[in-house]
Nanobody, 122 residues
Framework: QVQLVESGGGLVQAGGSLRLSCQAS????????IGWFRQAPAKEREHVAT????????RYLDSVKGRFTISRDNAGNTVYLQMNSLKPEDTAVYFC???????????????WGQGTQVTVSS
């Protein structure tokens, strides 16, 4: 069982930056791939970034490549999403999720946090 808590969301102007954190508790955090997803109103949840359990492999949504960076600190049971050059279209609730399968589909992940709101004003 893994519990996930996101933090770091907020209101920022376009072009600004935020760093989201996903703090995990429970067993074997370092054995899980961690993904960040987002969901805007009336839209489906979409994959943003994923990092493997080793931290070596990452994958990003095309529209965030070069702007977002995912990283993990297994000793601290935390995964980060650094978001730079934010755009209004990045506005959404951001969720982190843990799973033993590598993938971009939400179905690949077993454990989910409650989400943190990111709002980017124009």
């Amino acid at each position: 069982q893994v519990q996930l808590v996101e933090s770091g969301g907020g209101l920022v102007q376009a072009g600004g930056s935020l760093r989201l954190s996903c703090q995990a508790s429970g067993r074997s955090f370092s054995h899980y791939a961690i993904g960040w997803f987002r969901q805007a109103p009336a839209k489906e949840r979409e994959h943003v970034a994923t990092i493997s359990w080793t931290g070596v492999d990452t994958r990003y949504l095309d529209s965030v490549k070069g702007r977002f960076t995912i990283s993990r600190d297994n000793a601290g049971n935390t995964v980060y999403l650094q978001m730079n050059s934010l755009k209004p279209e990045d506005t959404a609730v951001y969720f982190c999720a843990a799973g033993t399968r590598w993938g971009i589909s939400p179905s690949a992940y077993t454990y989910w946090g409650q989400g943190t709101q990111v709002t980017v004003s124009s």
